[in-house]
């Protein structure tokens, strides 16, 4: 009777297991910002001038 239940426990397990091995994970979605790539490609070019600053000046102080 014991094994039985044992047997039966394992079975359900083994199931279950399968279920999670065949199921597709999605990612969750993830909240739209509109702004995110204008802030983004301003915030490269702000960086690009901080660069071409600071080369300058490096440029100067090798003169």
């Known amino acids: ?3 039985e239940r044992v047997i ?5 397990i083994e199931r279950a297991l399968s279920r999670i ?8 979605q993830m909240p ?3 702004g995110l790539e ?5 915030l ?3 960086m690009q001038e901080a660069i071409r600053t600071i ?3 490096i440029a100067k ?3």
Request: charge should be negative; avoid cysteine.
């Open 44 to 46: 490269k070019l702000e």
């Open 1 to 3: 009777m014991e094994n």
């Open 55 to 57: 080369d300058g000046l």
């Open 21 to 28: 091995e065949n199921a597709q994970v999605t990612p969750p």
């Open 32 to 34: 739209v910002d509109d």
């Open 8 to 12: 039966l426990a394992i079975g359900r």
């Open 38 to 42: 204008q802030r983004h490609e301003a």
């Open 61 to 63: 102080q090798e003169n």
